[in-house]
Structures are given as structure tokens and as C-alpha cells.
């Protein structure tokens, strides 16, 4: 991945982690805009997009939750949370909301410059075909996924979730599995973040009386199965 093709938005109330995060992403091929509240990131971000937003969540102005359900209803710009060690709501809230993953403060750089990779290489291959179970139909190069005649709006999480899945009909994939495969790590505590994604995907796929497709096999995992 050429990280030059890439910018950065980093958005921290704090400018000492404004500062030397930037200084090891940059170091890395990044390019970086910073933020020091939410309302000037927003803005700045509109006026001039970037390719994924690394957020933290108590800033003056308008907070990370605010900036994220702002930017989630005008694109689906991959988004990282900063979270304290004891902001476990905040964090399951965010992922609700549609953010793509997570990190608590203290966090080590280097984790954080492996996360932002993991979710920029999850991009798929133009001209990958669609993928089809029952009436469920996904379509890799739009990133439309349509239930029937009904359209169904997705994070890039959970897009990628449900592509991985869509792409192993029928078999069980464990959360471990989904980890590496579509996180791309192996964090020491992501039940949580399996589990929310998990049902923000099933709630969206299966509205009103539609038939079951995801199901949960207690104590191995999950199958997409029409």
C-alpha cells in the first residue's frame, strides 16, 4: 500500500498526541491534517475529504460521537475512535454508530498505525463479482447491498463483515476468524466488538418479517445461510 495516496484527519483536543502522531505518520508516508475540535474538523473534512479520520471523543464544540453521526450521514469515511480506559459505553456507542474500530489511551503508535493500514487495505478489487445468498445481493465494486427490491445502508465495517461472510455461505466462521480476517488484528478484548457489529448487521438484513439469514452457533461462531 503506498501511504503517500493517503491523508490522515486526526482530531484531538490534546496537541501533544496532535503532534506526535502526526510526526509517526508522516514518518510512515502519511499525510496528516489536524483538528483541535470537532466543529473545525468537520468542516475541513467536507470542504476537503481524506481517507480516514482518527477521532477522539470528549473535545470542545461538538464531541466525537456528534462529528461521527454528522459524517456518517453525509459518507462512509472509515473511522477510528480514541477512547479512554474506562469509556466502555462510549466505545460500544461508537461502534453502534458506525465507527470501525477503537483504541484506548494510553495507545501505542504503532498499534494505531497498524490499524489505520488494516482498514485501508480492505478495499476490494474493481470489477469483483457480486455475491448472492437467497435474496441478499451485494455488489463489491458500488458497495450496494440490496435485500429484494429494499436497499440496505452499511458501515465499511459492516460491509466488509458481511462480504467475508457472504464469501463463506453456509460455514461457520468464529469470532477469531473474523478478527483477523476482516479486523486484520487479534485485540485482547473484542468480543464486544464482534458482538455489536454483529447485531447492527442482523438488524439491518433482516427488517420485519424477512426470513432469518445470520445466524449465531453458541460457542463457535456465526453462518450467513439462506
Same mark, same amino acid.
Given at each position: ?23 509517526t505518520l508522516e514518518a510512515e508516508g ?35 460521537? +456528534? @462529528? /461521527?453521526?454528522? %459524517?456518517?450521514?453525509?459518507?462512509? #469515511?472509515? =473511522? ?5 480506559? !474506562? $469509556? ?71 460491509? +466488509? @463483515? /458481511?462480504?467475508? %461472510?457472504?464469501?463463506?455461505?453456509? #460455514?461457520? =466462521? ?5 478478527? !483477523? $480476517? ?45
Amino acid at each position: 500500500m503506498d501511504a503517500m495516496k493517503h491523508t490522515i484527519a486526526l482530531v484531538d483536543d490534546d496537541r501533544n498526541i496532535l503532534t506526535s502522531v502526526s510526526m509517526t505518520l508522516e514518518a510512515e508516508g502519511f499525510q496528516v491534517r489536524t483538528f483541535t475540535d470537532g466543529e473545525s474538523a468537520l468542516a475541513g473534512i467536507m470542504a476537503k475529504p481524506v481517507d480516514l479520520a482518527v477521532l477522539d471523543i470528549k473535545m470542545p464544540r461538538m464531541d466525537g460521537m +456528534e @462529528l /461521527l453521526q454528522r %459524517l456518517r450521514s453525509r459518507s462512509q #469515511l472509515p =473511522v477510528i475512535f480514541l477512547t479512554s480506559k !474506562d $469509556e466502555e459505553v462510549d466505545q460500544l456507542m461508537g461502534l453502534r454508530l458506525g465507527a470501525d474500530d477503537y483504541i484506548t489511551k494510553p495507545f501505542s503508535q504503532r498499534l494505531l498505525l497498524e490499524r489505520i493500514r488494516a482498514l485501508l487495505r480492505r478495499r476490494p478489487p474493481r470489477g469483483a463479482a457480486s455475491l448472492e445468498v437467497g435474496d441478499l445481493q451485494l455488489n463489491p465494486d458500488t458497495r450496494e447491498v440490496h435485500r429484494g427490491e429494499r436497499e440496505i445502508e452499511l458501515t465499511n465495517r459492516e460491509f +466488509e @463483515l /458481511l462480504e467475508f %461472510l457472504m464469501r463463506n455461505e453456509r #460455514l461457520v =466462521v468464529s469470532r477469531e476468524r473474523l478478527l !483477523d $480476517e476482516v479486523w486484520g488484528y487479534d485485540p485482547m478484548a473484542a468480543t464486544n466488538t464482534i458482538d455489536v457489529f454483529i447485531s447492527n448487521l442482523r438488524r439491518k438484513l433482516e427488517a420485519g418479517d424477512e426470513p432469518r439469514l445470520l445466524h449465531t452457533k453458541r460457542g463457535a461462531g456465526y453462518v450467513l445461510k439462506d
